[in-house]
């Protein structure tokens, strides 16, 4: 059975849900506080598993040389088009995020919003950081951004109300932790004209601690945890698990 991750119709389908209009426009601002907290403003940036270009595009605007890696065609393509409406010119990959390495090529190499960890096997996540390690030079960052385990649990139960998006439909989110709170199973029921889509997708979950063991384990020798890419501490009440490493 295929990967869910490798599914081209899953992304088409659930782009207009997953990539609002409101997540581009906030982009602009995550990407300054992204700079300021990497200590990064300048130089080569690796955006890993870059789907339609959120991050990627106001990096480029920021003035730095992008180098976008997705294993989506579907994706690649609409990152591309945005690129084209911005006038930035951005180097677009197609590769499996395990796969991709460019020895010491980039100041700075980042993985958000939730887009590490797709893999059963932990051996997989350890490749990727691995070759995301080996792709900055030496005075290098990383940052990752994702759900963390602690934040996850806070807002249990997950099983949460209807939220109405622009054209009027309906979107349920459900989570299921299985596998000794290892694994998020996601399901999203979007409800449109007295039609229901279904989509299905699961990925790990790290805490803080298991996440800087991670980073440190795949060679960073410097792992920062925060609540969030402004820098928050991760504590209590802490929305997102943000890491960044160096070497």
Same mark, same amino acid.
């Given at each position: 059975?295929?990967? =869910?991750?490798?599914?081209?119709?899953? =992304?088409?389908?659930?782009?207009?849900?997953?990539? &609002?209009?409101?997540?581009?426009?906030?982009?602009?601002?995550?990407?300054?506080?992204?700079?300021?907290? &990497?200590?990064?403003?300048?130089?080569? %940036?690796?955006?890993?598993?870059?789907?339609?270009?959120?991050?990627?595009?106001?990096?480029?605007?920021?003035?730095?040389?992008?180098? +976008?890696?997705?294993?989506? @065609?579907?994706?690649? #393509?609409?990152?591309?088009?945005?690129? /084209?409406?911005?006038?930035?010119?951005? @180097? *677009?990959?197609?590769?499996?995020?395990?796969?991709?390495?460019?020895?010491?090529?980039?100041?700075?190499?980042?993985?958000?919003?939730? &887009?590490? !960890?797709?893999?059963?096997?932990?051996?997989?996540?350890?490749?990727?950081?691995?070759?995301?390690?080996?792709?900055?030079?030496? @005075?290098?960052?990383?940052?990752?951004?994702?759900?963390?385990?602690?934040?996850?649990?806070?807002?249990?139960?997950?099983?949460?109300?209807?939220?109405?998006?622009?054209?009027?439909?309906?979107?349920?989110?459900?989570?299921?932790?299985?596998?000794? *709170?290892?694994?998020? #199973?996601?399901? *999203?029921?979007?409800? #449109? /004209?007295?039609?229901?889509?279904?989509?299905?997708?699961?990925?790990?979950?790290?805490? +803080?601690?298991?996440?800087?063991?991670?980073?440190? *384990?795949?060679?960073?020798?410097? %792992?920062?945890?925060? !609540? +969030?890419?402004? !820098? #928050?501490?991760?504590?209590? !009440?802490?929305?997102?698990?943000?890491?960044?490493?160096?070497?």
């Amino acid at each position: 059975m295929a990967d =869910w991750f490798t599914d081209e119709g899953f =992304w088409a389908d659930i782009y207009p849900v997953m990539f &609002s209009p409101e997540s581009f426009e906030g982009a602009h601002e995550e990407v300054l506080k992204l700079l300021e907290l &990497s200590g990064v403003s300048s130089g080569r %940036v690796l955006d890993l598993c870059c789907g339609p270009g959120r991050h990627a595009v106001p990096l480029a605007r920021a003035g730095l040389q992008v180098t +976008g890696v997705d294993l989506s @065609d579907y994706l690649l #393509r609409k990152a591309s088009e945005r690129a /084209d409406e911005a006038k930035v010119a951005i @180097d *677009w990959v197609r590769k499996d995020m395990r796969e991709f390495v460019e020895p010491g090529a980039f100041d700075l190499a980042v993985n958000l919003a939730t &887009s590490f !960890g797709f893999f059963p096997a932990q051996a997989d996540d350890m490749k990727v950081l691995k070759n995301m390690v080996e792709s900055i030079h030496d @005075d290098g960052v990383i940052v990752l951004d994702m759900v963390g385990k602690e934040a996850l649990a806070e807002r249990l139960p997950l099983n949460r109300q209807p939220t109405q998006e622009r054209d009027g439909s309906l979107l349920i989110q459900r989570v299921e932790i299985h596998d000794d *709170w290892g694994r998020a #199973r996601s399901e *999203w029921l979007l409800i #449109r /004209d007295r039609e229901v889509q279904r989509f299905h997708f699961e990925h790990t979950l790290y805490s +803080g601690r298991e996440l800087r063991e991670l980073m440190s *384990w795949a060679g960073l020798s410097r %792992v920062e945890l925060y !609540g +969030g890419l402004d !820098g #928050r501490p991760y504590g209590p !009440g802490a929305l997102r698990l943000v890491a960044v490493g160096r070497k």
